[in-house]
T-cell receptor
């Protein structure tokens, strides 16, 4: 089993839709979790950290499920500008592992 | 004002050559990283330096050698380039929190697109 797994997509959704991605991780000792966004031919940028209690930033909600070992990202009211690759990051000890990313395409 | 900068942005070279990529950060961070993103877009950490000390060294061929002259710079030297080295190389920095969950938000440079012919 890979350390961090994501559905590569692409997820093709219309503007205004709600879309959710999951990211599963194999190491139950994982301590920190993040979602990054990467636009085509650009560098990854932090979207949000993921806390145990869940956290929300505008249209974006991140959640952590330790029992089932996954994190999720929910995007409400999708915009064209949300089209990108979403990478989850899992950290345990000195290990920092990126998922392969989920491609989101929002269409008008 | 660029936070993490890399040079060059593009690098095209022949197999067997030796090349270097430079990285500088002006964020005052104490930890810097090199990542490789291959054609399948998979981003994999190669090295991490904290205050000029190597703390992560993933399974990377020893043709790759990082050099950190000071905590604001982390350069990557690659010897005897091979076709499989073609990828985008990202430098990043973060402020190390220490302890069990030491890694904080990563700030990435714009990437260096290396093509080996």
């Amino acid at each position: 089993r890979k350390e961090v797994e994501q559905d590569p997509g692409p997820f093709n959704v219309p503007e205004g839709a709600t879309v959710a991605f999951n990211c599963t991780y194999s190491n139950s000792a994982s301590q920190s979790f993040f979602w990054y966004r990467q636009d085509c031919r650009k560098e990854p940028k932090l979207l949000m950290s993921v806390y145990s209690s869940g956290n929300e930033d505008g249209r974006f909600t991140a959640q952590l499920n330790r029992a089932s070992q996954y994190i999720s990202l929910l995007i409400r009211d999708s915009k064209l500008s949300d089209s990108a690759t979403y990478l989850c990051v899992v950290i345990y000890g000195n290990k920092l592992v990126f998922g392969a990313g989920t491609i989101l395409r929002v269409k008008s | 004002d660029t936070a993490v900068s890399q040079t060059p942005k593009y690098l095209v070279t022949q197999m067997g050559n030796d090349k270097s990529i430079k990285c500088e950060q002006n964020l005052g961070h104490d930890t810097m990283y090199w990542y490789k993103q291959d054609s399948k877009k998979f981003l994999k950490i190669m090295f991490s330096y904290n205050n000029k000390e190597l703390i992560i060294n993933e399974t990377v061929p020893n043709r790759f050698s990082p050099k950190s002259p000071d905590k604001a710079h982390l350069n990557l030297h690659i010897n005897s380039l091979e076709l499989g080295d073609s990828a985008v190389y990202f430098c990043a920095s973060s402020q190390d929190r220490g302890g069990l969950a030491r890694y904080n938000e990563q700030f990435f440079g714009p990437g260096t697109r290396l093509t080996v012919l």
